[in-house]
């Protein structure tokens, strides 16, 4: 047999784009950028890049977070930070076909946080911002000022439909909405995270009753707040619970 010979292979890219998630204005939104550099310069695209020789992919991906949106990545085990981001690998992505460059392999990962600001571009990105992914999943596109709209750059529509769909049947079985919220929280928001995440309109009273109700979800803190309008509501924490016993179902749509 004869010995392995790495040239005799033709060269490949390994890149990680992001699927970054947040609730703003009660509906569930995406970052896409608009690309500054061929290939499908101009058309929106998820962030990312490629990773280089000295990291591996979560390092990159978190570097590229940065990066793309200022966020520092929040360690499960450590207190949540007010510019702190749930980050997870998603999927992989390699068809020989889905960068006309060469032959690129793209590590997605999937990124939650609260509200976010207005995004900044960064990188080789000429601008960036959010979207409703309703938006982007039932058009795999978007326009802006009057443009027609165009498909989003490469396989970053499935890339985008992927992450959606881990982030909601997620919040289903484990803590993960808690994800989108601020370190103290009350029941109000959030069920609004869900229903953004869900799209779907839930009974307050029910959800209240399922929430406080499932060991390990939420920890009072012991604070009020009025941000919501209207009498004190009461405040939350993430409670140590990964995985919710019973999980919350998602409604049949």
């Known amino acids: 047999m004869p010995p392995y010979d790495p040239s005799a292979f033709p060269p490949f890219a390994v890149t990680v784009d992001l699927v970054v998630l947040t609730v703003r204005r009660h509906a569930l939104c995406a970052l896409a950028v608009r690309r500054g550099e ?12 490629f990773v ?12 590229e977070l940065v990066e793309e949106t200022g966020l520092c990545v929040h ?7 007010d510019n702190g981001a749930h980050l997870e690998q998603l999927a992989t992505y390699g068809d020989p076909e889905r960068d006309p460059r060469m032959r690129v392999v793209s590590v997605a990962h999937l990124a939650l946080a609260p509200d976010l600001p207005a995004p900044r571009a960064g990188g080789d990105a000429h ?14 596109s978007f326009g802006r000022d009057g443009e ?14 992927d992450g959606v769909e881990r982030a909601r049947s997620k919040i289903e079985y484990s803590s993960l909405a808690t994800a989108f919220c601020p370190p103290e929280f009350t029941v109000g928001e959030l069920r609004r995270v869900y229903e953004a995440v869900w799209g779907v309109v839930l009974d307050p009273r029910n959800f209240h009753r399922k929430v406080t109700g499932t060991p390990g979800f939420l920890v009072p803190t012991g604070g009020t707040t009025t941000r ?5 509501a009461q405040l939350f924490r993430a409670g140590g619970a990964t995985l919710l016993n019973p999980p919350m179902l998602r409604p049949e749509v």
Not at 75 to 81: L, R, T, V, Y
Not at 127 to 139: C, D, I, K
């Open 38 to 49: 061929q290939p499908f310069q101009g058309r929106w695209a998820l962030p990312g890049g």
């Open 52 to 63: 280089r020789p000295d990291e591996d992919l979560s390092a990159a991906a978190a570097r």
């Open 75 to 81: 360690e499960p085990d450590a207190p949540a930070q």
């Open 127 to 140: 601008s960036a911002r959010w979207a409703p992914v309703e938006t982007l999943l039932n058009q795999a």
């Open 148 to 161: 027609p709209a165009a498909p989003l750059a490469f396989d970053h529509a499935q890339i985008l439909a």
């Open 228 to 232: 919501q309008g209207g009498r004190p």
